[in-house]
């Protein structure tokens, strides 16, 4: 009898940037590059391609979008040293990353050394 390996993987976020950029959006291509040249892409740099490229002002659609986020580990911990980094309370943490207030505790609870 075998056992499977759990295998975890990732998306190619480059490869999916790249092909939204030059199918929709070929003008955003010469201000994404700088952050689609780097080696390893970041759980912020994801987030930033993204806020680039999609970001519409006059989108009220935020809160409906934010539904189908998940967050690993590596996610989570980013996102915490980001505010210790940047000196942020909790509040100003969700509001930077269009979370929840709640969900920014937990993780504070979560990861306490953070």
């Given at each position: 009898?075998t056992?499977?390996?759990?295998?975890?993987?990732?998306?190619?976020?480059?490869?999916?940037?790249?092909?939204?950029?030059?199918?929709k959006y070929?003008?955003?291509?010469?201000?994404?590059?700088k952050?689609?040249?780097?080696?390893?892409?970041?759980?912020?740099?994801?987030?930033?391609?993204?806020?680039?490229?999609?970001?519409?002002?006059?989108?009220?659609?935020?809160?409906?979008?934010?539904?189908?986020?998940?967050?690993?580990?590596d996610?989570?911990?980013?996102?915490?040293?980001?505010?210790?980094?940047?000196?942020?309370?909790?509040?100003?943490?969700?509001?930077?990353?269009?979370?929840?207030?709640?969900?920014?505790?937990?993780?504070?609870?979560?990861?306490?050394?953070?």
């Amino acid at each position: 009898m075998t056992r499977m390996q759990k295998i975890e993987t990732t998306p190619d976020y480059r490869r999916i940037f790249e092909d939204i950029i030059d199918l929709k959006y070929p003008q955003k291509k010469e201000s994404c590059s700088k952050i689609l040249n780097k080696s390893d892409l970041s759980f912020l740099d994801i987030i930033k391609l993204n806020n680039m490229i999609f970001d519409d002002p006059n989108s009220s659609g935020d809160r409906v979008n934010q539904q189908y986020r998940s967050y690993n580990t590596d996610a989570i911990l980013e996102i915490l040293e980001y505010q210790q980094k940047n000196k942020l309370n909790n509040s100003q943490l969700a509001n930077h990353f269009k979370l929840s207030r709640n969900t920014v505790t937990k993780w504070r609870k979560m990861f306490p050394s953070h």
